[in-house]
T-cell receptor, first 119, second 110 residues
Framework: NAGVMQNPRHLVRRRGQEARLRCSPM?????VYWYRQLPEEGLKFMVY????????ESGMPKERFSAEFPKEGPSILRIQQVVRGDSAAYFC?????????????????FGEGSWLTVV | GNSVTQMEGPVTLSEEAFLTINCTYT??????LFWYVQYPGEGLQLLLK?????DKGSNKGFEATYRKETTSFHLEKGSVQVSDSAVYFC?????????FGKGTRLSVIA
């Protein structure tokens, strides 16, 4: 049973370009989460999605950032017109159930991350 | 909202030393509690969890007990190895799917 798959693992972009990060959740998981980790900092929640729906985007910057989880295919985190401050590790995670529910189904599993460097 | 506070790092220990990383939480109700570990250059891996008060989560020699009286979920290991060098995060569900502590970097030297 494959885990959460993210690609690319490493991405270098020049300022002003677009970065597109992909995430395939664990098999059977329909809840997807994106987190950002800045150098030497903890993880900051960005967005929570279910298939075709954004459930919570309270952690997403208002501009340049967007996320989707289409009916078919991986979840995509898109960053337009990247700036140096966007350089970070972006982690995708998934769960079987809503993480707020009790029991084992709410456990969140993380991918290995996509490291974005903006030069 | 729910939150966690972890001890600041870095923590440097010699091999076979005893490890404690403190984590206290503030929460409404009794949510599940988690410890995640991040090895250098990798993503977060679930280390252990506890789903109710007095539960003890354990994995790879690490243990943590969900204590509601002290609102704590301290991580312990009796004898650390060099391979345990990593960043450890305490977490619980909150207003966002998981609220993380700032992480505690552990370095184990031979």
């Amino acid at each position: 049973n494959a885990g959460v798959m993210q690609n690319p693992r490493h991405l270098v972009r020049r300022r002003g370009q677009e970065a597109r990060l992909r995430c395939s959740p664990m098999k059977g998981h329909s809840h997807v989460y994106w987190y950002r980790q800045l150098p030497e900092e903890g993880l900051k929640f960005m967005v929570y999605l279910q298939k075709e729906n954004i459930i919570d985007e309270s952690g997403m910057p208002k501009e340049r950032f967007s996320a989707e989880f289409p009916k078919e295919g991986p979840s995509i985190l898109r960053i337009q017109q990247v700036v140096r401050g966007d350089s970070a590790a972006y982690f995708c995670a998934s769960s079987l159930l809503d993480s707020a529910q009790g029991g084992s189904g709410n456990t969140i599993y993380f991918g290995e991350g996509s490291w974005l460097t903006v030069v | 909202g729910n939150s966690v506070t972890q001890m600041e790092g870095p923590v440097t220990l010699s091999e076979e030393a005893f490890l404690t990383i403190n984590c206290t939480y503030t929460a409404t109700g009794y949510p599940s509690l988690f410890w995640y570990v991040q090895y250098p250059g990798e993503g977060l891996q679930l280390l252990l969890k506890a789903t109710k008060a007095d539960d003890k989560g354990s994995n790879k020699g690490f243990e943590a007990t969900y204590r509601k009286e002290t609102t704590s979920f301290h991580l312990e290991k009796g004898s650390v190895q060099v391979s345990d060098s990593a960043v450890y995060f305490c977490a619980l569900p909150g207003n966002t799917p998981l609220v993380f502590g700032k992480g505690t970097r552990l370095s184990v030297i031979a």
